[in-house]
């Protein structure tokens, strides 16, 4: 099929779409050569040129790499009660890194978002239960004002003997020898439950990996699901988390599945990356 034939079997760009059946010209046998093919106007020539440049424009605006905050395509995804789409918005996500923690979100609802989803990674971490990662960690999240109070109270907590026993971890917060501890925090989605200019206070719905893999392990890998609300507040350019609460659920009914091998655990831990999280 030639392009024009195309052309004409759809009825030209922009018709209307309806079943169109040429019929043969005067009294000649000659189906193929005897009908005289309708010339293409300049005007069709137009339109089907004005088509392509308006969907090159399409494709190279929803690509570009980044964009300024007031160019999202749905700034009000994140009114309370209704439910934010979780599609690309044109918004970098983050502009940095403070070591593994995203840093530098968008100054909106957005980024508000993106924030306290990071941070409810990094705080679920595994390097919670070490010093220097727990610090590392809280003075990243953690507004100034409030990271003080919470290194106090963060360290009296992690280094529990008696809780880090509970757990199945060493006093340093390490796992024994010959199993890997494992905790891993992994967000379903988020929702902003208010939002001013400095303030916004974000829900994080998500999963939790935890325990210690191993074939003398006590504490195997179990799930959890929780929702934590964080208190947040714009300061020195990006969302810090002031204050959190926590609470269980919401739980799905679990399936019928066997559970993985100690070693299969593990190797999955080990072998899939986490993500930078954003809306």
Do not use: C
């Amino acid at each position: 099929m030639s392009p024009g034939d195309e052309h004409d079997s759809f009825g030209g760009v922009g018709g209307s779409g309806q079943t169109r059946t040429r019929l043969p010209e005067g009294n000649s046998g000659d189906v193929y050569g005897g009908a005289r093919r309708p010339v293409r106007s300049p005007r069709s020539l137009i339109t089907v040129v004005g088509v392509v440049v308006l969907l090159i424009a399409a494709i190279a605006f929803a690509n570009r790499g980044g964009a300024d905050p007031a160019d999202a395509a749905d700034p009000t995804s994140g009114t309370p009660g209704k439910t934010a789409p979780t599609a690309a918005t044109g918004v970098r996500p983050v502009t940095g890194k403070n070591g593994a923690i995203p840093t530098g979100h968008a100054h909106d609802e957005q980024g508000a978002q993106s924030a306290a989803t990071n941070y409810a990674v990094a705080l679920g971490s595994t390097e919670m239960f070490t010093p220097a990662g727990r610090g590392e960690i809280i003075a990243t999240v953690y507004a100034p004002d409030a990271s003080a109070a919470r290194t106090d109270e963060l360290d009296k907590a992690y280094s529990d003997k008696q809780f880090l026993s509970g757990i199945g971890l060493q006093e340093d917060g390490t796992a024994p020898q010959g199993t890997t501890f494992i905790s891993r925090v992994v967000p379903v989605g988020s929702k902003v439950e208010s939002y001013t200019d400095d303030r916004a206070t974000v829900s994080v719905w998500y999963s939790s990996l935890f325990g210690i893999t191993g074939e003398s392990s006590k504490n195997p890998v179990s799930e959890a699901w929780y929702t934590e609300t964080y208190e947040l507040r714009w300061v020195d350019g990006d969302w810090k988390v002031v204050t959190s609460t926590q609470k269980d659920g919401p739980v799905p009914v679990a399936r019928d599945q066997r559970a993985s091998s100690a070693q299969d655990m593990e190797d999955a831990v080990g072998q899939f990356g986490g993500f930078t999280y954003a809306r």
